[in-house]
């Protein structure tokens, strides 16, 4: 309970709030008794899950705002010339290794009878190495930084229309080049690069994060909400295999201010003292019996008569 006597939230004008954990805690009580008495109402969890919603909202803006500053530096160095050339070996010495191999006169990517690389693997392999000979070995940072945003696009084109849903072994040597190219756009490559790098490195953190937040919340239903809000909200406070859902909400924090972790384990307390057996985990359920149901039926029925 400490660490919620401390919680503070950031507000968008940089200042800081003082929470109050009982009054927070109180409106979500006041909230689980609207709900008992009408279910058209939202549960004090659901309210949570809402919340988390509209910061994750919030980080959605922070991109924009990085891809904007990237773009803002781009324009700054965007002339400048950039060596790429030490790259191409190491792409054919990783080709080799995955048994395939460029044929430079046919411009033919041509595998061995020991690869593993499917056939369309080699063909999207092919196309890559067409678009970098395009590209050269000296481009310009801002012909650089347009092919590595043009590449994985195109990636994920050919997966879609391919119905391939995992990382194929074509896709992860695509990648893996980009990345090594990607590197001559570093402040270590070039001081001048410095504001593009640190733009680019938050655009790439705030992605990953609204990435794996979209499989926790799922999609928008017809009221505006996220489908599964107010069960990441529980899932988090609740169950030990919560499948990283705490940590996510623990990032959300740290990017928004916002203590969704405080705040849903003060509506599941809520919930509970207002008789709302949803706001126990499953485990209480069970152990406050004097013996665990050895069948679902029990299960079940245990669960029935603790609500």
Do not use: C
């Not at 954990?21 to 008992?36: I, R, S, V």
């Not at 050269?136 to 092919?147: K, M, S």
């Not at 733009?199 to 937040?213: C, H, I, T, V």
């Not at 406070?237 to 919560?242: K, P, Y």
């Amino acid at each position: 309970m400490d660490r919620i006597a401390q919680t503070t939230t950031k507000t968008k004008t940089g200042e800081t709030l003082k929470r109050d954990p009982l009054k927070t805690y109180d409106d979500f009580y006041e909230q689980e008794l609207k709900f008992k008495a009408d279910a058209h109402q939202d549960m004090a969890l659901g309210q949570v899950g809402e919340r988390i919603g509209n910061e994750y909202q919030k980080v959605t803006g922070m991109r924009r705002q990085a891809g904007a500053q990237m773009q803002s530096e781009m324009q700054k160095v965007g002339n400048t010339k950039v060596d790429v050339s030490e790259s191409f070996p190491k792409l054919e010495q990783t080709l080799l290794e995955s048994g395939l191999r460029y044929d430079a006169q046919n411009k033919q990517v041509i595998s061995s009878k020991t690869s593993k690389v499917t056939t369309q693997d080699a063909r999207l392999i092919q196309d890559y190495i067409r678009e970098l000979n395009k590209l050269g070995a000296n481009p310009t940072a801002a012909e650089l930084d347009a092919f590595l945003s043009r590449v994985p696009s195109n990636i994920d084109v050919y997966k879609q229309k391919n119905n391939v849903t995992k990382a194929t072994n074509g896709e992860r040597i695509i990648k893996g080049h980009l990345k090594e190219i990607g590197n001559t756009l570093t402040a270590s490559s070039n001081p001048i690069f410095e504001g593009y790098a640190a733009a680019k490195q938050m655009y790439a953190k705030l992605s990953n994060f609204l990435n794996e937040g979209a499989n926790f919340l799922g999609k928008k239903t017809q009221t505006g909400d996220f489908a599964k809000d107010a069960s990441l909200a529980k899932s988090s406070v609740q169950s030990i295999l919560n499948q990283g859902k705490k940590d996510w909400l623990l990032k959300l924090e740290d990017l928004t201010g916002y203590p969704a972790i405080d705040e849903a384990v003060l509506a599941a307390q809520a919930m509970k003292d207002a008789g709302n057996f949803r706001g126990a985990s499953l485990l209480e359920l069970i152990t406050d019996q004097k013996s665990i149901p050895t069948s679902t039926r029990g299960l079940v029925e245990t669960a029935i008569e603790k609500g």
